[in-house]
T-cell receptor
Framework: GAVVSQHPSWVICKSGTSVKIECRSL??????MFWYRQFPKQSLMLMAT?????????EQGVEKDKFLINHASLTLSTLTVTSAHPEDSSFYIC?????????????FGPGTRLTVL | KNEVEQSPQNLTAQEGEFITINCSYS?????LHWLQQHPGGGIVSLFM???GKKKHGRLIATINIQEKHSSLHITASHPRDSAVYIC??????????????FGKGTKLTVNP
């Protein structure tokens, strides 16, 4: 149980295009999902906290108009990288917090590797 | 100063050796995760603990809240344990959606 999927697992796009990444909790409901970014040889960094039915909370330095987050259901959150540029190339990982979570037991997706040419 | 310090940064061991990875943090936390990240990037949560000790197979995690320190031990290490191990304290009060802060990770290589 407690499986989180991400789609796509990797994507290559041209500069200026938008890319949508999906994060799904497959066997549980999650009112809260988190989006992280990891640049090569660096640690994971929290980008935003996504709450079902409300606006996402973005971390300092993360542009909310560039990284659009939609959490329309208890099992799906999407991250859209708008007008992607090469510096947005990174590994994007989501995690989901089950509705009945004990403390802060998050379950992680497998990640999406984005390459912007 | 980083809020989360892991040591060592890199660790090479021979198959069968006992492995210890340490994590120190500087802020109050509600719980702490140990995560495993394989070369492909996917992350697996190994443990979440808020006190004492947990054991899962050959993995043991301990935490000392007063000393703000946690350790991950691997007994009888195997090449398939080769991965990056990440310490991630959950900041904030108990319950709710606390944020995780991540250490830089310890890259473990276990040679046959």
């Amino acid at each position: 149980g407690a499986v989180v999927s991400q789609h796509p697992s990797w994507v290559i796009c041209k500069s200026g295009t938008s890319v949508k990444i999906e994060c799904r909790s497959l066997d549980f409901q999650a009112t809260t999902m988190f989006w992280y970014r990891q640049f090569p040889k660096q640690s994971l960094m929290l980008m935003a906290t996504s709450n079902e039915g409300s606006k996402a909370t973005y971390e300092q330095g993360v542009e909310k108009d560039k990284f659009l987050i939609n959490h329309a259901s208890l099992t799906l959150s999407t991250l859209t990288v708008t007008s992607a540029h090469p510096e947005d190339s990174s590994f994007y990982i989501c995690s989901a917090l089950p509705v009945a979570a004990y403390y802060n037991e998050q379950f992680f997706g497998p990640g999406t590797r984005l390459t912007v040419l | 100063k980083n809020e989360v310090e892991q040591s060592p940064q890199n660790l090479t061991a021979q198959e069968g050796e006992f492995i210890t990875i340490n994590c120190s943090y500087s802020v109050g936390i509600s719980a702490l995760h140990w995560l495993q990240q394989h070369p492909g990037g996917g992350i697996v949560s190994l443990f979440m603990l808020s006190s004492g000790k947990k054991k899962h197979g050959r993995l043991i995690a301990t935490i000392n809240i007063q000393e703000k320190h946690s350790s991950l031990h691997i007994t009888a290490s195997h090449p398939r344990d080769s991965a990056v191990y990440i310490c991630a304290p959950a900041m904030g009060p108990q319950g709710g959606s606390e944020k995780l802060v991540f250490g830089k990770g310890t890259k473990l290589t276990v040679n046959p």
